[in-house]
């Protein structure tokens, strides 16, 4: 009879054990399930057009898309965006495991509203020369994420356990954006936009990830249950980049006109601290975790880019833009304060390639013109690939947005769907062959006070 106990007792540490680390690998692999940084556009009218801006930027988000723009505006103006995101993702599990370990996904769907905009722009002349300042937010990188994922752990064995993993990420990264810009000649347009990133406009952090995992034995003779918690906290974001831009009439013809536009964004690092908070609770009784707070500060590398744009303004009311954007992620990686590099996407090692991006857009837009008021009507279409380890995702778009302008204010609003088949799971730190496909539906509004 103490045989059986001692037995009893032997297998059942034995499986504690196992699960505690299980639970534990987990958790020390926290960094390796995480949030892809999605960057995001500015303003309903621009987005409306499929982003397709660059060459037209004639409203106060040009301090986004192409500062140069910014003397277009002929009076002072305030404006404001909101936009609302819904995302769906469609996990599938590796093949390979799918049915050995029972490996299954929850599809997701995320959905939140955001300040997309916001600014404050005046016109003025200094030497003949037309000059406007602007003070802008703008909402640069979303992190929302949502991935339920569970699976059988040594399927087979007495150890096997049912694993439950919930990773919830939530946040963004922002930009104070002070601008200015200058026609330098008839035709030719410069500006230049300061964006200064922190946390601290709308809260006391950037972004979170938790992950929440829960592990369960199969063997009912001996019962375990373990629950493992890491939270990453990313808060004191500071970063600054500049953005240049340059605007040119290229030709001009009666009512037809030919722009080209071009803007730099240029590299920087930002320095931000991540606090880890991990707990572990093994059938129902807290396990001592040492330590259970870590604060690491962290360097992470932002990658450069530059557009170029061609706008056609067929006549007053027809107008057409075409935009190339290039995007430098092979540079895209973070330090930790004790020298390790990694990269921020699922923490791969340096040794992953990210490759660079190049997004095309094209955008048209239609001037109804009534007794008072102009109606427009705007459509776009656009590739705009996103980072990943190894090979870009291919993010494919359309969009159609209007609107109503009157004297003294205007009102637009926009719609885009996003879609891509077959993202990399590896991405968010999930088993290599894991893949999702993915749809977002981006909803813009905005409102323009002219004073």
Do not use: C
């Amino acid at each position: 009879m103490r045989l059986k106990i001692l037995l009893f007792i032997l297998v059942f540490v034995l499986i504690a054990k196992q699960l505690t680390q299980i639970a534990f690998a987990q958790m020390g692999s926290g960094n390796q399930i995480g949030a892809v940084p999605l960057p995001v556009g500015s303003g309903a009218r621009a987005l409306g057009m499929g982003g397709a801006f660059i060459a037209v930027a004639d409203d106060a988000t040009a301090a986004s898309w192409n500062p140069g723009g910014l003397t277009q505006l002929e009076r002072p103006e305030f404006s404001l965006v909101g936009s609302f995101l819904s995302t769906q993702q469609d996990f599938d599990p590796p093949g390979n495991i799918g049915e050995s370990t029972g490996f299954s996904f929850d599809n997701e769907s995320v959905s939140r509203g955001d300040l997309n905009y916001a600014s404050v722009a005046y016109p003025f002349r200094v030497f003949g020369k037309n000059l406007v300042a602007s003070l802008n937010y703008q909402q640069k990188y979303d992190f929302h994420t949502d991935v339920d994922y569970d699976f059988i752990s040594s399927p087979g064995t007495l150890f096997a356990a049912n694993v439950d993993v919930d990773f919830r990420s939530t946040g963004g990264i922002g930009a104070l954006t002070p601008a200015i810009a200058m026609q330098v000649l008839p035709k030719l347009s410069i500006g230049v936009a300061v964006n200064i990133y922190t946390d601290e406009y709308f809260g006391d952090f950037a972004w979170k990830e938790k992950t929440r995992t829960v592990t369960s034995t199969i063997n009912s003779k001996f019962p375990v249950t373990s629950t493992s918690d890491i939270d990453l906290t990313f808060k004191n974001f500071q970063a600054v980049n500049v953005s240049t831009g340059m605007l040119w009439d290229v030709w001009e013809k009666e009512e037809k006109l030919l722009t080209f536009g071009a803007v730099y964004h240029s590299p920087y690092t930002a320095d931000v601290d991540r606090i880890t908070d991990q707990s572990f609770v093994r059938n129902g009784i807290p396990v001592t975790i040492d330590p259970d707070h870590v604060r690491t500060h962290l360097e992470i590398d932002y990658p450069m880019s530059f557009g170029a744009g061609l706008g056609f303004r067929y006549n007053d009311a027809l107008s057409f833009s075409l935009d190339v954007t290039w995007t430098d992620w092979s540079e895209f990686q973070q330090e930790e304060e004790n020298g390790d590099k990694t990269r921020p996407i699922a923490g791969a090692s340096t040794g992953r390639d990210i490759d660079d991006t190049y997004a095309v857009r094209f955008g048209t837009e239609y001037l109804i013109f009534r007794q008072k008021m102009i109606i427009p009507v705007r459509g776009g279409l656009f590739y705009e690939p996103r980072p990943s380890l190894d090979d870009p995702i291919d993010v494919y778009g359309v969009s159609v947005g209007s609107g109503i302008t009157f004297k003294r204010f205007s009102i637009d609003a926009a719609y885009q769907f996003r879609w891509a088949n077959d993202v990399d799971g590896e991405d968010f730190g999930l088993p290599v062959g894991t893949s999702s496909d993915l749809n977002e539906h981006l909803f813009l509004a905005s409102v323009i006070v002219y004073f």
